[in-house]
């Protein structure tokens, strides 16, 4: 899917306009339909299909689950989250550190708040995948406070 910059419109969307959902230990903001939120003039920005703003309680978290053909980034802002999944992964994510999984033919994962007294805090964000079926696969990046001070850095490309 090639995208050009006059397909790009922007469109400013205040927070209380986005969708929310509290599950007691989820408190999540949708940029997009998502979950119980629907919005059928909001559900995509051509291959950008989530954007959420996620704070997961103490010892709270999502039980194993499947995906498959998206690209899901998690983005930490504050606290940990630890992943596991059938690929045989499981690490903890900490404040400033990115985990990605791409789906491709289908995963299950499981993430938790590994912290019993801290929320966590992140944003969560999925790509349709420019190519369906592919091979699953896990990683992370932890980004140093110098590197994340006002500075744009590349972790997810199809070129490089």
Known sequence: MSVTASDLKLRVRPSHQRGHADAGWLKSAHSFSFASYFDRNNMNFHNLRVINDDWVGPDGGFPMHPHENFEIFSYMLEGALEHKDTMGNGSTVHKGGIQFMSTGTGVQHSEFNPS???????????????????????????????????????FLSHDG
Not at 136 to 152: I, V
């Open 116 to 154: 019993s007294t801290d929320e966590t805090h992140l944003l969560q964000i999925w790509l349709i995948p420019n190519r369906k079926n592919t091979t699953p696969r896990y990683e992370m990046l932890d980004l140093s406070d110098e590197a994340r001070n006002g500075k744009l850095q590349l």
